[in-house]
């Protein structure tokens, strides 16, 4: 069976979780004799990968479009609508990316089978979020394509989102998110929190910034807070100018963009990693950091119930004062309280996510479309 994916951004760039995860679902698919093809943007993609040429690897076929302006992806879309022709299913990764709506439609007029699924972006948040591009977007696609396509969501939330967006009864598989279980980096724990990923309002970073300054332990610690990620440069300074009005210098630190085995080695070292977003629909950071044995504090926002029910982390409001009284929580934890949190993380992430133990939910997903 040939998949083809048209995406904004696919591994080895990590401008958002979802290039990993298709990744690590891609090579699980080429073992079970699929034939994934891949049109992505260049978008995170540095020396040494070829761009404007095919690739054939263990995650099937894949191709980085050189991609100068996101917003009018016109090589991309060009390169899409080439390669529907060939695929049993084209899935979308993507409500609003030109070049993954514009092949949905395309995909739709020539009676392609459609599997869908939205990544986050159906979200009252992310809808409000530039509303004025996307509002029209929503609505032209609701009228070509209505229920014609498979929706797949991550979380119970995300399936409400759906079926507000497109209908009570659009058809809709829920599968959450499965990884790749990187090997555990030995490192000795610092006394450092943190935060990784995409810098962006809807991370509220700057609740995180703001309570990291109001919690006591915090600041009568050693402990300091580090911001990993890359975003666009108003924000980012944004959030520089805040640490410098709240004098918090020298407790919090922006580290930039880390990935790879760098990434995997912050994440084994931190004491806590937080992710106190506004709106989420999965949060890929939330398994790398517990495959870690580094416990998580994510907002309510998330769908990250299970790590209070798992005792491997905390899900709490996002509010300055819940944050704060939270990391004032987390530090003042005695060390054999803090040692069971550490050792039943990666147990979690093994049982329940690891992708090639739960292959057969996306076979007959893909089979029922």
């Not at 514009?102 to 986050?120: C, E, V």
């Not at 979200?123 to 409000?128: K, Q, S, V």
């Not at 880390?258 to 084994?268: I, R, S, T």
Request: glycine share 8%.
């Amino acid at each position: 069976m040939k998949v083809f994916y048209p995406v904004e951004v696919f591994y080895p760039s990590q401008a958002g979780g979802t290039a990993n995860a298709l990744y690590w679902l891609t090579k699980n698919l080429v073992r079970e004799g699929f034939e994934p093809v891949v049109v992505a943007s260049n978008k995170g993609i540095g020396e040494g990968v070829p761009l404007n040429e095919w690739i054939e690897n263990d995650s099937g076929k894949s191709i980085f479009v050189r991609t100068r302006f996101l917003h009018v992806p016109v090589g991309q879309t060009l390169k899409c609508l080439a390669a529907i022709r060939g695929a049993d299913i084209v899935h979308l990764s993507s409500v609003f990316y030109p070049a993954a709506f514009l092949t949905g439609i395309a995909a739709r007029l020539m009676g392609k089978k459609i599997a869908w699924s939205p990544h986050g972006e159906l979200t009252e948040y992310a809808l409000n979020y530039s509303a004025g591009r996307k509002r029209p977007i929503l609505w032209l696609l609701k009228k070509v394509m209505g229920r014609y396509p498979l929706f797949h969501s991550t979380s119970d939330e995300e399936t409400e989102d759906i079926r507000r967006a497109f209908g009570r009864d659009s058809k809709i598989v829920q599968i959450t998110n499965y990884v790749e279980v990187h090997p555990v980096v030995e490192r000795t724990v610092e006394p450092y929190l943190l935060y990784i990923g995409r810098i962006h309002p809807k991370k509220a970073i700057d609740n995180l910034i703001r309570a990291a300054g109001k919690s006591q332990r915090f600041m009568e610690s050693e402990f300091v807070l580090k911001i990993a990620g890359r975003g666009r440069e108003e924000h980012l300074s944004a959030l520089k100018l805040l640490v410098e009005e709240l004098s918090l210098e020298n407790k919090v630190q922006f580290i930039g963009q880390v990935e790879g085995e760098e990434k995997f080695d912050v994440l084994a070292g931190a004491y806590f990693t937080l992710m106190p977003s506004h709106s989420e629909n999965f949060g890929i950071v939330v398994l790398e950091s517990l495959s870690q044995n580094t416990p998580v504090v994510a907002s309510i926002y998330t769908p990250w119930e299970s790590l209070e029910k798992e005792r491997i982390g905390f899900w709490t409001d996002n509010s300055v004062e819940a944050l704060a009284a939270i990391i004032d929580k987390i530090i003042s934890m005695d060390s054999q309280e803090y040692a069971g949190y550490r050792a039943r993380g990666r147990e979690f992430v093994c049982r329940e996510f690891d992708i090639s133990s739960h292959m057969d939910k996306w076979l007959d997903f893909y089979r029922s479309v």
